[in-house]
């Protein structure tokens, strides 16, 4: 366990922020809640109280929390320990780790705020352009009609009047009574295009 000096010397080389979570009221009053519903002595309650500044100061790790808990902590049996220790995570490092969160600035603040200090004091005006736009392309009718019947659009013509496809000019005129035509590039078994 720390001594009290070596806690003194870490909290003043500590960052403001840091030290400012030490002496933070919600984990003072978070701290007697636990020493008054754990009814611990006041020796051990000295001792759990350097643990958690010595914790909040980074002095000691977390990993080694359960054996400075039982090293602070001695006439206090195991299970009793272990509730401590909840009660720790839950009251007190749990609402600090997330106020520390919700304080954090985004990476592009911290972006931004660097390369406005690296250029002066202020962001050059950067102008955008208006999007531009693809202009509108019209699909002849044939090209589609094509694409659905798996032919070349070439294969096609249509009359002025009613848009019809029809077969390329100086192929006969099919007569009404004849067989439908046949398009040689037609697959049968192709499925249509949706």
Known sequence: ??????????????PPDV?????????Y???????????????????LADLITALILGAVPLAELDAHLAEALPGVDAATREKVRADLNEHIFKPLRERK??????????YKAALIEKLGG????????????????????????AQKLGVSPRALQTREGDGAPQPRSGAQEPSPTSTPVRYRSIDPYREPIE
């Open 1 to 14: 366990m720390l001594t009290q000096e070596e806690i003194s010397k870490k909290y003043s080389e500590a």
């Open 19 to 27: 030290q400012a979570l030490v002496k933070d009221p919600d984990v």
């Open 29 to 47: 009053d978070a701290f007697h809640l636990i020493r008054r519903t754990h009814n611990l002595h006041v020796d051990a309650a000295g001792a």
């Open 101 to 110: 969160r919700s304080e954090t600035p985004d990476l592009a603040t911290v």
């Open 122 to 145: 202020t962001l050059p005006r950067i102008e955008e352009s208006p999007a531009k736009t693809v202009p509108s392309v019209q699909v002849p009718r044939e090209s589609i009609v």
